[in-house]
Each structure stands twice: as C-alpha cells, then as structure tokens.
C-alpha cells in the first residue's frame, strides 16, 4: 500500500488540512512534518516506478 503514490500524496494533503485546523502550535508542526514525509515516500515511490517501468522496457527490447 505505501509503494502506492496516489495512497502517499492522499495522507500528506490529508496531514496538510489537518495542520491548517490544529490550534496548537505543536500539533500543527507535527502534522507538517507529517505531510513532508508523506511526500517523500509518494517521491520513492514514484522513482521506483520509473525504475521499474525503464527496466521492463530493456527486458522487452
């Protein structure tokens, strides 16, 4: 589920929303952060995808 990249960009924009309605300053870093991981792993994922899909090309030619 988290090699999906649709899966990870979903969770940071959910992570996004709730730091704009956390109060606290804390909580609303933390969501922050959050988010920002949850780009970078939607990114991994992404990259390993375009590995992925460069390798079966050479395979298939």
Known sequence: MLDEPTVCRARAVDERAAAEQAVLT???????????????MAERGEAIRRRQSRRQDAITE
Do not use: I, K, M, P
Not at 26 to 40: G, I, M, Q
């Open 26 to 40: 804390l909580v609303r870093e933390r969501h922050t952060r959050a988010a920002a991981n949850w780009d970078r």
